[in-house]
């Protein structure tokens, strides 16, 4: 009995061993370290990504990877924590791999910055690049910006300016809610800002920050909001803190609008359902719908062709941007070389799959990139996750719009 | 005045579901010794299986199933598990437990998948039940009152008034004395692991609705049972039933308290400026730490009352 379940666990353990190294036997392809949680709680959105990539990759492999080789992604679970990210990185560099992207979480990006900043600077000849298509907060490509890193997803700021443009005219009192964490108090701050910009009508009857995911019932919540007289409630929550805070002021019958930056993310409308009818707005990268509105038969081609296989969306064009530009960009420097790939990058323009100009900005390295006010509705072509609902887009923010100055100053490498 | 009614209600609606989890896990606690980490899990459990099973016969044949096969999984547990490492000592049932928090886990994102459910609250339930100062009160809370304390009254009857619970209480104090009078004692455990599993998997059926069915539930709901098991005492469903509606109307007054302790000092003559740690902690406002305080209170409670609220022996 005993040394049969002993053989087991040998077994386990050489086949799970060899499944580890089989990645590394494959020599020609370029390898990209992907860096994000897939387990814990947040297992979801980084399972989600995955897949999402791996669609991606079939696009941009079939259209000729770069230097004729393929795309290869080499997984890496950090459980939504900066050290396990490290740790990610650390067998990253050991594998020569050298590009690391990473998709979820401030903290995390943070992390990554300084621990690749660090690496290049100890290692000039194995340096990598790190592709943050997912670490939101805004000081990444200002206070914090570091010439190593290119930032392929809009940040906080950016979002803010769109969410407050697409606000309607006839919005007079907000009230501002957010999570008590580095991604909530950058909303909330830059929020507030662009409301004092561009909408100085606008009254902030009430600004709060709630503890991050530990909050099980909203409803005292939505009696303040209700007692402050606001018409919307301006938020960054995501996930159950979202959910909950929706499903308590259904339960109310409170008639208030939900102005959001993350509705859409993935389980968000399951969650929500009819209870988010015409008026849960959220700012998105892109949707089938949007395909549909601006009459883009094959970006519409591209996104049925992944709804056929999945209960989600294709929001995500800002990764297929990236490895698009990637792969342009190491097709123009020969080589995967690190500093050589950077320069390539670099000032690069581009069209996304909808046809809107798109740019890598040099001074920060923050792709500029347009976004879209989206509104929960019945009446659009696809709806979301099989609820009957789906997204329409009320406005479109365009690169020129979110083209927002920078503080960073850049320390570029000697040669 | 009406936020205060209205967080009394609601309040009372989250102590009560606390107390459904709670109520459980201490009597598997003061019987048996295990704090059973994989409590939560089961509640968890209660919830998909309640969405699985209310697909297909509705929701109130779901609401006496799920906990059912929850108190059956329970049973398993005690039998082929528990009962197996129990000669290893406590320290082997509580990380058996705690591996059982990762499996359960595991298996509901391998069956179910890692999104939100659609698990609703049923049709015929949904409706305000009245209206309290503009706001509604659903009618499902006061469904869900109405099933905890149908349970609050059960478990007191079965634990005071039957002769199971005659043995079960007796079996609590004094194991050995129990057993040498002829009972079995291991099935005693095995039906109170398995009843306290099925009262949570009710809780799950619950309050799966009430919030949402995700595979992050469990996570969000442990703590908070273990800080209300510890702070109402060991062994005593009366303690658990007070500390949960403390706990429940701590939670969600703490939100409406826009005050810190900087403004209860400021009539007493202090000032507080500048930018130092101090500050900063006292000028946050109790709103932004409301989840914090009951485990600042579990802290308290253990300094200076070991035993819990109206525990008869010491944690």
């Known amino acids: 009995m005993t040394s049969s379940i002993r053989r087991l666990c040998f077994a386990f353990v050489a086949l799970s061993s060899a499944m580890a190294f089989q990645p590394a036997l494959a020599e020609d392809t370029i390898k990209i370290g992907y860096v994000d949680p897939f387990s814990g709680p947040f297992a979801s959105g980084g399972d989600e990504f995955l897949k999402v990539f791996g669609y991606i990759l079939q696009k941009v492999n079939a259209d000729g990877g770069a230097l004729g080789k393929k795309f290869e992604l080499v997984p890496f679970d950090d459980k939504l924590q900066p050290a396990e990210a490290l740790i990610a990185l650390k067998s990253i560099t050991d594998q020569n791999i ?222 297929l941007t990236m490895l698009q530009m990637l792969s342009k960009a190491i097709d123009k420097a020969g080589s995967t070389d690190a500093l050589k790939v950077a320069l390539a990058l670099e000032d690069a323009k581009a069209t996304d799959m909808v046809g809107f100009p798109v740019q890598m900005r040099k001074e920060d390295h923050q792709l500029l990139m347009p976004f879209y006010a989206v509104s929960f509705s019945r009446d659009v072509k696809y709806d979301a996750e099989k609820t009957g609902f789906g997204w329409k887009t009320d406005f479109i923010a365009s690169t020129e719009d979110l083209t927002l100055p920078t503080t960073c100053k850049m320390k570029r490498p000697a040669s | 005045m009406e936020t205060i009614l209205i967080s009394v209600l609601n309040g009372l609606v989250y102590g009560m579901l606390l107390f459904m989890l709670a109520s459980g896990l201490t009597l598997i606690f003061s019987m048996m010794g295990v704090l059973n980490f994989a409590h939560a899990s089961i509640y968890m459990l209660g919830a998909y299986l309640a969405f699985t099973v209310s697909r297909f016969v509705g929701f109130f044949p779901a609401l006496i199933i799920a906990p059912i096969l929850c108190g059956l999984i329970g049973a398993a547990i005690e039998i082929w598990g528990l009962r197996r490492v129990h000669h290893n000592g406590h320290i082997a049932e509580l990380l058996f437990t705690f591996g059982l928090v990762f499996i359960i886990q595991r298996l509901v994102q391998m069956t179910w998948g890692m999104l939100p459910m659609a698990y609703r609250v049923p049709p015929s339930l949904d409706f305000p039940l009245f209206v309290l100062y503009g706001a509604n009160f659903p009618a499902y809370r006061g469904f869900m009152l109405l099933v ?115 403004d209860l000092l400021r009539p007493m003559g202090v000032m507080l400026t500048g930018d130092t740690l101090l500050t900063e902690v006292l000028t946050v406002p109790v709103a932004r730490i409301g989840a914090l305080l009951p485990f600042v209170m579990m802290v308290t409670i253990l300094f200076f009352r070991p035993r819990g609220l109206m525990g008869t022996r010491d944690t």
């Open chain 2, 148 to 262: 905890s304390a149908a349970m609050l009254l059960g478990t007191w009857l079965l634990l005071k008034k039957t002769r199971i619970g005659l043995i079960i209480q007796a079996a609590l104090t004094h194991p050995h004395m129990v057993s040498s009078l002829g009972h079995n004692v291991p099935r005693v455990f095995t039906t109170v692991f398995a009843g306290g599993c099925l009262l949570a998997g009710l809780a799950g059926v619950i309050g799966g609705n009430y919030q949402t069915t995700e595979p992050g539930m469990a996570e969000s709901m442990g703590p908070i049972v273990f800080v209300v098991v510890v702070f109402g005492g060991l062994g005593s469903l009366a303690g658990c039933f007070i500390a949960s509606v403390v706990m429940g109307m701590i939670q969600t007054f703490a939100v409406v308290i826009d005050y810190s302790v900087a």
């Open chain 1, 98 to 319: 050298p590009f690391v992207m990473q998709c979820t979480g401030s903290n995390v990006g943070a992390a990554l910055l300084d621990g690749v900043s660090k690496h290049n600077a100890r290692n000039p000849d194995n340096r990598v690049l790190y592709l943050n298509c997912g670490a939101l907060a805004t000081e990444l490509t200002n206070e914090k910006c570091d010439f190593w890193q290119f930032r392929f997803a809009g940040n906080v700021e950016m979002r803010a300016a769109a969410r407050i443009k697409a606000l309607p005219k006839d919005l007079k009192k907000v009230y501002l809610l957010n999570q008590d964490y580095l991604f909530g108090q950058s909303v909330q701050h830059d929020t507030r800002k662009w409301l004092e910009k561009l909408r100085p009508d606008i009254q902030v009857v009430g600004d709060e920050l709630m503890p991050f995911g530990k909050v099980q019932d909203f409803s005292s919540y939505v009696a303040k909001i209700k007692a402050s007289g606001a018409q919307s409630v301006l938020t960054g929550n995501y996930n159950r803190d979202l959910n909950l805070l929706i499903k308590a002021a259904v339960d109310d019958g409170i008639n208030i609008r939900f102005d959001t930056y993350l509705a859409h993310l993935i389980g968000g409308p399951t969650a929500i359902g009819a209870a988010g009818e015409n008026r849960l707005t959220t700012i998105s990268e892109f949707g089938p719908n949007v395909a549909v509105e601006l009459k883009k038969p094959e970006a519409e081609a591209f996104a049925s062709g992944w709804r056929a296989n999945h209960d989600t969306d294709f929001s995500e064009i800002n990764f």
